[in-house]
């Protein structure tokens, strides 16, 4: 989100927006109305941070400058609409395949997932298995802790949010990518013990003892 920039800088990377050919220094110092040695300061600070990659080289007056582009990063502070998006398509798929198709759906696609994740986990044993998926759901987006029950010989993924909590709500379908997606990558069946979007604190993932 721009709110967690200043003023000069969330113009510069809406003039990065407008232009997706990049700008040079002195491009965003006129842009801007700011001495070169500011926009530098602020090109900088967010080239650190991530928010802007270097373009291709341009010749201005017989000399080559640098351009500045908006990173993969710097685009996704802008607003997005894929919720919406992403309700339109699972509405399409649940009308055409049903409730369980949608659910199956949701499962193929976890499946996939877990297969090209697989290589990550190869020469791990179980339990390594586990501490290096809840690293990888912490990568998604998910807030995971691994807890253990007295009478579980192994631990259990615990993640305190949901990363599509407003789309499980109204496709709680999608809950069974996770569910699948876990049981692919540790050769397991998994137990979804609890769940946020059912009135659960948590989202609660158990391994079922052999």
Not at 12 to 36: C, W
Not at 163 to 189: N, P, Q, W
């Amino acid at each position: 989100m721009l709110s967690g920039f200043g003023q000069r800088q969330q113009e510069l990377l809406e003039k990065l927006l407008f232009n997706k050919g990049g700008l040079t220094i002195d491009d965003l110092a006129g842009e801007l109305g700011i001495t070169r040695n500011a926009v530098q300061q602020h090109v900088a600070a967010l080239e650190n941070g991530g928010y802007l990659d270097k373009g291709q080289l341009t010749v201005t007056g017989g000399r080559p400058s640098q351009v500045y582009i908006l990173s993969r990063k710097g685009a996704e502070l802008f607003p997005k609409q894929y919720s919406w998006f992403s309700e339109l398509l699972l509405e399409s798929l649940r009308s055409q395949l049903g409730g369980e198709g949608l659910e199956e759906k949701m499962r193929e696609i976890g499946r996939n997932l877990g297969t090209n994740l697989k290589v990550k986990l190869e020469g791990k044993n179980l339990k390594e298995k586990i501490l290096e998926v809840a690293a990888m759901m912490r990568e998604f987006g998910f807030e995971t802790v691994l807890t253990r029950h007295e009478n579980d010989s192994l631990p259990s993924i615990k993640a305190h949010n949901c990363i599509y909590h407003h789309l499980a709500e109204e496709f709680e379908e999608v809950c069974e990518l996770d569910r699948s997606l876990l049981e692919t990558l540790l050769g397991k069946e998994i137990e979804h013990q609890e769940c946020i979007v059912r009135n659960g604190n948590t989202c609660r993932f158990r391994i079922k003892p052999d």
